[in-house]
Each structure stands twice: as C-alpha cells, then as structure tokens.
C-alpha cells in the first residue's frame, strides 16, 4: 500500500532522484540513517502543540512522534523551552496556537489534521492553511489547498486495545458506540447514525448504543445546530439540508426510546462492543479508516461498515459487512451478520491483526514516520547539506 504521496521522484539532501519505488525507500532509509548515527545540525528544534495542549499524552497514538523526530535529529523542545523553537508542528489547529507564539516564518510552521472536514472544518479553511508552509490532510477528500499534502492511512493505534475478546458463537444483538454530533460540511456522516437508529428502533433490531449525548431534547439539540452551523459559516464549509436539520429535532423528541437503549458514557469501547455479536461501525465520513474499526475487531465482533471500501481478504472471514451510508442498507447488512454464524478466539484475532498488512499500513506508527521524514525534507534547506 502506498504511504504519502505517490511519487517515484524524491528529492533527499541536495539530491533529486529518479528512480524506482523500491530504489527511493532504500536511497531514502540509508540517508535517514546516516541522519541518526552522525546527525547533521543541532540549531533546529521543533514545538509540538496537539489539540492546543503543549504536551502529547503518553496514551496517544500521536506520541511516538517525538522519537521519530529525534531519530533525525531535529530535537523536540519540552513545553517549558518552546520560546527557543525554531519550527512549529500543530496536530489539529487551535486558535491559540498562533496567537501565543514568537512570530516563526510560515515556512517554518506545519499543520496536520488527524481527520477529515466534518470533524474540524475551521482548520480546513483558507485563512488558517495560509498561515502553514504544509498541510497534511488524511484524505484525498478532504478540502485542499495548494500547500497540502495527502496522507492517506495511519489511524489505528496497535497498543491501545491490548485485549481481543473471544467470541465463542453464541452472542447475539447489535453495538453501536458514538457521540451525538452534528456537523454541516458536505461529508459528514454524523446525522446518517441518527437515521440508523431511528430506523433499528422502529424495525425492532436488536440495538444497544453508548456515548455521549444519544438522549439529549430539543432545547440542547437546536443550541448545537446553531453553533455548528456558524462554525461551518465561518469555515466555508456549509452544506445546508433542511431534512437533516428536521431529523436532528424529530430524534430529540423520542428520548424516552433512546434511553431504553442507551448506555451512555462507558469506560471502554472494545468491552462495550464485546456484549453483541455486531458492531455498528459509520465513519465520521466516509473517506477514511478510524480506530472504530479495530475496536470491533478486538471486541470479537462481525462488523457492518460505512466508509471506504476495503477488501474482505484482509479480515478474518465473516468479520466485514461493507453498507452503502444509508440507513435501510445498513440495517439489511446488520440483519444478514445477524444470522451469519462466527465464532473466533482471542488469539485468532491477535495473530491476524499481527499479520494483516492492512493493519500496518494503517497503523500510527507508520504515519508518525511518515509525517517526521516529509516534515525533515521540508525543513533541510535550512540545514545547510
């Protein structure tokens, strides 16, 4: 699978190369390595903020970006000496994290958002990518600009669902574990889950939810409208549909079904999925591979899937239902896995996540590298070899 932009051009040190696919990896592994055993040049530090917090959680499949960094050399200043930065990385754009910073060219500031439009659309805009030398956005369907680079893959964190669950056969019922969101930009799939639902319940499928917000009522559901309705104004990212608009409300007003249903807030989403034999799994939109995917693996489940399409070879046999993202497809998928039998063990499901390259391609350890050594070229004509 292609990581980054499909090239068989690089352009390493002072050097451009043209040369086959397997030729650039190796030239660009023997440089990179050099970089690490010799270094080149310690005048360059780098300042991290994600999310607007100075500092990457330890738990975040973003954190191993640092040592990436350092294995080429360019040192990742502790929150206390960002003053001393030469170079700005921000995972996913905050407002503040311009405005309380030393003045660094834009050609020494970078941005990544770790997901599509729907979620973020203000970072998408013009007045904010303008400010950045790069963008890396984690789709081609997400809104570019012409300083963006698409990065495609890198969603799934290995370590963070250290447990796979066993299904022995027996399980029944379907799982379905989001946030009630909402969101005017054209590729969201945030209101498609409302509709789903409503459609289980009034079907009679076998659905339990959790997450935040499911049962909230009308006064709260209108206020989120509104905010989010500005902010994709201000983003210039609207697409205005009054029917999702009247699906929002007509949800709201059947709370009393929602709790019947509904879990709320659980403390972990792979043993909240491990009760029922499907999981429910639509994608904020439909362009990319989140997490969500791995937790319905390691949760045992069979999986109906809204997003990109993805090959079945790839899964253990009768895990993925790929459903077109509308309701009545969803719910005809969820029927059919349903009554599909599967059973299989916890050690199956760690072996094919450890042998699966789809998984790795996908894996946030491939994406941190990725993201270090496109970031490290952007930066080496400062450094002077």
């Not at 969101?181 to 409302?194: D, P």
């Not at 790839?314 to 998928?333: A, M, T, V």
């Not at 349903?338 to 050690?347: D, F, G, K």
Request: hydrophobic share 40%; with cysteine.
């Amino acid at each position: 699978m292609q990581i980054g932009p499909k090239s068989t051009t690089k352009t390493c040190l002072d050097f451009t190369f043209s040369r086959t696919e397997d030729e650039v990896k190796l030239s660009n592994e023997g440089i990179y390595r050099w970089i690490s055993l010799n270094g080149i040049n310690g005048d360059y530090r780098l300042a991290i903020r994600y999310f607007g917090k100075s500092e990457i959680p330890a738990t975040s499949g973003w954190h191993s970006i640092c040592a990436k960094f350092q294995e080429l050399n360019i040192e990742v200043v502790k929150p206390e000496e960002y003053g001393s930065a030469t170079h700005l990385l921000i995972i996913d754009y905050n407002s503040k994290d311009l405005s309380n910073w030393p003045k660094l060219p834009k050609r020494n500031r970078f941005l990544t958002a770790t997901e599509p439009v729907s979620v973020n659309p203000l970072q998408f805009n013009e007045k904010v990518t303008s400010k950045f030398h790069k963008v890396i956005v984690p789709s081609k369907l997400s809104p570019q600009s012409e300083n963006s680079v698409v990065y495609e893959g890198g969603y799934m964190n290995l370590a963070r669902y250290s447990r796979a669950h066993t299904n022995d056969g027996t399980r029944i019922g379907c799982g379905l574990i989001n946030e009630n969101k909402f969101s005017f930009a054209k590729q969201s799939n945030y209101i498609l889950r409302t509709k789903f639902i409503r459609e289980a319940l009034n079907s009679g499928l076998a659905l339990k939810i959790a997450g935040r917000n499911w049962d909230r009522g009308l006064i709260w559901t209108i206020s989120k409208l509104v905010h989010h309705f500005l902010i994709a104004l201000r983003a210039k990212h609207i697409h205005l549909r009054f029917t999702d608009i009247l699906d929002a409300v007509n949800f709201s007003l059947i709370q009393r079904s929602i709790r019947k249903i509904n879990f709320g807030v659980v403390p972990d989403n792979v043993e909240f999925l491990a009760r029922f034999k499907v999981a429910i799994v639509i994608e904020n939109e439909s362009s990319y591979v989140s997490e969500k995917l791995h937790a319905a693996l390691m949760a045992g489940c069979q999986c109906v899937y809204v997003g990109p399409r993805l090959n079945p070879i790839h899964f253990p046999k009768g895990f993925l239902f790929q459903s077109d993202p509308n309701p009545e497809s969803i719910l005809q998928n969820a029927k059919v896995a349903l009554s599909t039998a599967y059973s299989i063990s916890s050690r199956e499901l760690e072996e094919s996540i450890r042998q699966s390259e789809f998984f790795h391609s996908y894996g946030v350890e491939r994406r941190n590298s990725w993201i270090a050594k496109s970031i490290f070229n952007w930066i080496k004509p400062d450094l002077g070899v």
